[in-house]
């Protein structure tokens, strides 16, 4: 059993950043992909960013890449996202996930979920 407890989220207006946080229980976070998804209201869940257990490879959807960037920490047990350039349309609750699969974009193969933390970008 995993537990997820993202945090970090905030306002801020467009062109700003924000660093999501996001702190894992247990001992075994080095063997989880760790993924960040989004949600925005009346939309469907989405993904935003992954990591490898090791953290040597990423993948971003192509609305972010360039501007957001996913970081793990296996000594902390965290798995960060920062995010810069920051949109209106970045505006979110953002969830963070944990996978035994080694890379995964899709929503249902991420077997623990966070609470989600709220983004909220101004014009």
């Known amino acids: 059993q995993v537990q997820l407890v993202e945090s970090g989220g905030g306002l801020v207006q467009a062109g700003g950043s924000l660093r999501l946080s996001c702190a894992a229980s247990g001992r075994t976070f080095g063997t989880y992909c760790m993924g960040w998804f989004r949600q925005a209201p009346g939309k469907e869940r989405e993904f935003v960013a992954v990591?490898?257990?090791?953290?040597?490879?990423?993948d971003y959807t192509d609305s972010v890449k360039g501007r957001f960037t996913i970081s793990r920490d296996n000594v902390k047990n965290t798995v960060y996202l920062q995010m810069n350039s920051l949109k209106p349309e970045d505006t979110a609750v953002y969830y963070c996930?944990?996978?035994?699969?080694?890379?995964?974009?899709?929503?249902?193969?991420?077997?623990?979920w966070g609470q989600g933390t709220q983004v909220t970008v101004s014009y």
């Open positions: 990591i490898t257990r090791s953290g040597s490879s990423t």
């Open positions: 996930a944990a996978s035994r699969r080694l890379l995964t974009t899709t929503t249902y193969e991420y077997d623990y």
